[in-house]
């Protein structure tokens, strides 16, 4: 782990739908195989597709810890909405914390309505990359509409977090949760997933 802080505090953000859930508890299972001590917090926003999600695991190599992250000690902010990452900073950030980002919206009803505006791209690009000690951006949607699958976005952007190296699990180590977490027809389209994404391409 490259991270010198115990417990290690991951944070997963973002909205209904988006699978965040099941990133945790591949991480979570991994990390617990190896012999961390893994607590994981959930806190949804709405009980409905669309609605923000967050996820905590608290990381350690000697003890378990709660799972509530204290406010402004995040250490890893993975988001699957860019709205969502720069909420969760506002939270939990820190000068130290590591950002990745899937850098595409997910509009609020509110906006798609024409009753709330989205904050311009660019910006929020800028406002997240200045509250992170590293920051990375993809558009994993993209990427996994080109496999034909918008599903395994989330699956991508575990690739992306394990590519930063910022939490200890390797590619190999994830490739084999997803081996044995997925039904035979559907582990090729989630190993292609997370290979892009931890390659960013």
Partial sequence: MTSQHDPMNLIISGVG?????????LIGRVLANKGYFVTI????GAAQRGGGVFSSLRISEVKYHG????DGQG?????????ETL??????????????TNFQP?????????????????ELKGAIEGLSRSSRFLKATDMAMELGAPIVANIIMLGALLGTDEI?????EAE???RSSFPSSKVELNLTALKRGFNGI
């Fill in 17 to 25: 739908g988006q699978g965040n859930i099941l990133i945790s508890r």
């Fill in 41 to 44: 917090g959930e806190t949804f």
């Fill in 67 to 70: 799972p509530l992250v204290p």
């Fill in 75 to 83: 250490h890893v902010i993975l988001g699957l909405e860019p709205l």
């Fill in 87 to 100: 909420r969760t900073l506002q939270s939990y950030g820190n000068p130290d914390v590591v950002t990745v």
């Fill in 106 to 122: 997910v509009y609020p009803v509110g906006v798609l309505a024409k009753r709330l505006t989205y904050p311009d791209l660019e």
């Fill in 168 to 172: 200890p699990i390797n590619l190999e």
């Fill in 176 to 178: 084999e949760e997803v």
